[in-house]
Nanobody
Framework: QVQFVESGGDLVQPGGSLNLSCIAS????????MDWYRQTPGKERELVAA????????KFSGPVEGRFTASRDNAKNTVYLHMNNLKPEDTGVYYC???????????WGQGTQVTVAS
C-alpha cells in the first residue's frame, strides 16, 4: 500500500528553521523522484521542491529558493526538507509525494503543519 507520512512541522518564529521528514512506503522509492508541496487555506497545493531519484537534481520554487534545501535517504525511504529563514508566508501544511501517485487523492498523506508567526 502506497503511503506517505510527513512529520516535523511546528510553530516557529520568523527567521527560524525547521526540518521536515517524509517516510514513504509501498513503491520503489529509490527509483522515483520525490516532491514537497505545501497548501494554505483557500489556495491550491503548490510544488515547493522536486528531488530527483538519485538526489542529483533538486529544484525549488521561486519563493523558497535560497532558503530551503532538500535531501533524501534511499536506504530509509525518507525525504527531507530543510527550511531556513522562515517567513509567515511559508505557513501551511506540507506534504510529500511522487509525481506518479500525486495524481490521485487517495495517495496523499496527512501532511505536517508549519506555522511561522511571532
Amino acid at each position: 500500500q502506497v503511503q506517505f507520512v510527513e512529520s516535523g512541522g511546528d510553530l516557529v518564529q520568523p527567521g527560524g528553521s525547521l526540518n521536515l521528514s517524509c517516510i514513504a512506503s509501498g513503491f520503489d522509492f529509490s527509483n522515483n523522484a520525490m516532491d514537497w508541496y505545501r497548501q494554505t487555506p483557500g489556495k491550491e497545493r503548490e510544488l515547493v521542491a522536486a528531488i530527483g531519484s538519485l538526489s542529483g537534481t533538486i529544484k525549488f520554487s521561486g519563493p523558497v529558493e535560497g532558503r530551503f534545501t532538500a535531501s533524501r535517504d534511499n536506504a530509509k525511504n525518507t525525504v527531507y526538507l530543510h527550511m531556513n529563514n522562515l517567513k509567515p508566508e511559508d505557513t501551511g501544511v506540507y506534504y510529500c509525494n511522487t509525481p506518479v501517485y500525486s495524481l490521485l487523492d487517495k495517495y496523499w498523506g496527512q501532511g505536517t503543519q508549519v506555522t511561522v508567526a511571532s
